[in-house]
């Protein structure tokens, strides 16, 4: 069992940043991947950022340029930082490890989630 725990939602203006944490206790090995997936309302939920063993990541689209997936594995602790936000980032952003969270299919595992609202 992996337990997941994401921090550092809030409320931001458009153009501002905001870093989130993802803390992954239990069963945790830094050779399986873990990234971060986010849902607005009335929309799917897509990934946005992941990171495999030996820090090769993968982003969406929207994102790229933008955030940037990181991971300490020594604190088995996963970031995302995120610059230059748009209202359009305004979604509850979900930590997820495991699975086919790396190319974006159906992770083992997911956190609780944290909201991020981009004001304009």
């Known amino acids: 069992q992996v337990q997941l725990v994401e921090s550092g939602g809030g409320l931001v203006q458009a153009g501002g940043s905001l870093r989130l944490s993802c803390a992954a206790s239990?069963?945790?090995?830094?050779?399986?991947?873990m990234g971060w997936y986010r849902q607005a309302p009335g929309k799917q939920r897509e990934l946005v950022a992941s990171?495999?063993?030996?820090?090769?990541?993968n982003y969406g689209a929207s994102v790229k340029g933008r955030f940037t997936v990181s991971r300490d594995n020594a604190k088995n602790t996963m970031y995302l930082q995120m610059n230059s936000l748009e209202p359009e980032d305004t979604a509850v952003y979900y930590c997820?490890?495991?699975?086919?969270?790396?190319?974006?299919?159906?992770?083992?595992?997911w956190g609780q989630g944290t909201q991020v609202t981009v004001s304009s």
């Open positions: 997820a490890y495991g699975g086919g969270t790396f190319v974006g299919g159906a992770p083992g595992y």
């Open positions: 990171v495999k063993y030996g820090g090769i990541t």
């Open positions: 239990g069963s945790v090995s830094n050779i399986v991947a």
